[in-house]
Each structure stands twice: as structure tokens, then as C-alpha cells.
């Protein structure tokens, strides 16, 4: 069975301990009974530990929503790759649209070679600030993955590529991207993926969806919309909206 993966991207929704610890084993429980779902939560760094505790002995993973681009030395403030992966992380998202201002296309070529350094999996995030009626928004994505990507090991590292569009995140469902744009989008980025790395590599490598995905429009988008999963914003701070977006999903 094709596993589906939901990551909950909390951005700084979630920011106080216990509610991060009540969200993270509710998870736990909810999900210990599906089969088909893989889940990732992504909590903002001090709160790491927290949910890595709460959600030990499950199949939940822990992600971080950023990484620094280096490893150790003289860096004030950045969070390493390799102390996040000693904390319990498995996966670095890298290139979110709410980091891009201020992170150019060679620091997020440089984060994810740390990441990789580390030995985190990587959760690329690509996408368009508007659609062109031209299609420059694709050329956009093909430069964003084939520099982010240009120094990506062939083995050994998980690869997903999150499409999260900037005009669909944090809207209303409604406003989120159409499974038939997203379907369209999903095999440009399979074919660029294919340029990069072999066929049967690039087949392997998980695309996932983020831009406004809730309860009511997540069954459409994964049936239609070509992808392989969810990287949620809003709807994953919160267990009533985040378990709608599961049951969607499950088998
Ligand atoms: P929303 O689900 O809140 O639109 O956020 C999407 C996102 O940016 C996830 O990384």
C-alpha cells in the first residue's frame, strides 16, 4: 500500500508546552489505529523536545521548520542540522515561502547539504508568489528544485517536495490550489525531479501539497490532484482540524 504522508507544519501557532504536548499524543493515539497514513509534526524548535517525547513509540516523526545552513562554529542563534538530528529530528523543512525573504537560493542550497550532512531527510518547499497566464510560475519551480537540489546525493538522504503555491497559504479552503492546477504542477515537478536524478529515483521521491488544506478539501486534492500527501499549515495546530484531514485520508 501507498502510504500517504501528513505533515503538520505549526509555524508558531503552537507555542506553549502543554498544548503541544496535548496535540502530539492525541496524535499518537488517533493514528496508532491507520495504516496508510505517515505523519510528521513540525514544531517550532524550543518545543522540540516536548512533542519527541510525547510521540516516542509511535510511528509520528519529528521535523524542524528551518536549519541552519551550517553545521557547527561561531553561528549565534541558528539551529545545527546535526543537534537537531541528536535531539530525535528526522526531517528538515527547508525553503518554506515564510523563510525564502530572507534565505536566498544559495542558503537553501547550503541547508540542505547540511541537512544531508547530518543525516536529516529533507522536506524541500517550492512554489510560485502568482501564477503567470505565460507559465513562467514553472520555470520558477524548475530553478528553485534544480538549485536547491544541485548537490543532492543520488542515495541515502528521503526527499519530498512540498508544493505549497504563496497565494493559497493561509486562506480559506476555497482559495487553495485546484486539483486540476495541482495535478498539472505535480507532473512538471516529476519531470524536473526526472532531469535531476534517474527515472526510478525520481519516481521514489514523494510530492506533497501546502496552501490552505482543511478537512473539505484535502479528499479532492489527494484523488485528483496527483500528490502523495499534505504539508499543513493552520489545520495542524489544532486536533479537531487536524484529525478531519486525516480521517479524509485514511484507508
Ligand atoms: P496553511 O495550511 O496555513 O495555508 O499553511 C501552509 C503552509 O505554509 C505549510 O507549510
Known sequence: MKKILIAGNWKLYVTEVEDAKNLASQLKRK?????NIDTVLMPT?????????????SSIAVGAQTVSPFLDGAHTGYE???????AGVKWALVGHSERR???SEDVIQAQVQAAVKAGLSV??????????????????IERQLSSALAHFPAKGTKLVIAYEPVWAIGKSAAEACKPADLEEMSIFIRRALTEL?????????PILYGGSVDGSNVHELLTQGGVSGFLVGRASA??????EIIDACKA
Open 238 to 243: 489544532n486536533a479537531k482540524s487536524l484529525f
Open 45 to 57: 524548535a524550543p518545543l522540540i523536545s516536548t512533542v519527541s517525547a510525547a510521540v516516542k513509540k
Open 31 to 35: 493514528i496508532s489505529k491507520i495504516t
Open 80 to 86: 545545527s542540522a546535526a543537534a537537531l538530528k541528536s
Open 101 to 103: 525573504a530572507q534565505e
Open 197 to 205: 536524478f534517474d527515472r526510478t529515483a525520481a519516481t521514489k521521491i
Open 123 to 140: 522536506m524541500l518547499c517550492v512554489g510560485e508568489a502568482e501564477r503567470d497566464p505565460q507559465g513562467a510560475h514553472f520555470s520558477l
